[in-house]
Nanobody, 124 residues
Framework: QVQLVESGGGLVQAGGSLTLSCAAS????????MGWFRQAPGKERKIVAA????????YYEDSVKGRFTISKDNAKNTVYLQMNSLKPEDTAVYYC?????????????????WGQGTQVTVSS
């Protein structure tokens, strides 16, 4: 079992930056691959970025490549999502998720534990 708590969301102007944090407690953090998902109103939850258990593999959704960076600090039991050059279309609730299985996981059903979400709003 693991508990995930996100923080760092907020309101930012287009072109600005935010860093989301996800603190994990419970089972050994490096047993999990970690992902960040987002869900805009009326849309399905989709993956934004993921980092493997070891940290050696990373995935980014095409629209955030070059702008977002996921990082995993096993010593602090925390995963981060650095978001730069934010656009209004990045507005969504962002969720942190943990996956026990092997591989990165690209859909929400492949993740086992979820945080409560944090709102990111990008104004134009």
């Amino acid at each position: 079992q693991v508990q995930l708590v996100e923080s760092g969301g907020g309101l930012v102007q287009a072109g600005g930056s935010l860093t989301l944090s996800c603190a994990a407690s419970g089972r050994t953090f490096n047993s999990y691959a970690m992902g960040w998902f987002r869900q805009a109103p009326g849309k399905e939850r989709k993956i934004v970025a993921a980092k493997s258990r070891s940290g050696m593999s990373t995935y980014y959704e095409d629209s955030v490549k070059g702008r977002f960076t996921i990082s995993k600090d096993n010593a602090k039991n925390t995963v981060y999502l650095q978001m730069n050059s934010l656009k209004p279309e990045d507005t969504a609730v962002y969720y942190c998720a943990a996956r026990l299985g092997y591989g990165l996981g690209s859909v929400s059903s492949e993740y086992d534990y979820w945080g409560q979400g944090t709102q990111v709003t990008v104004s134009s």
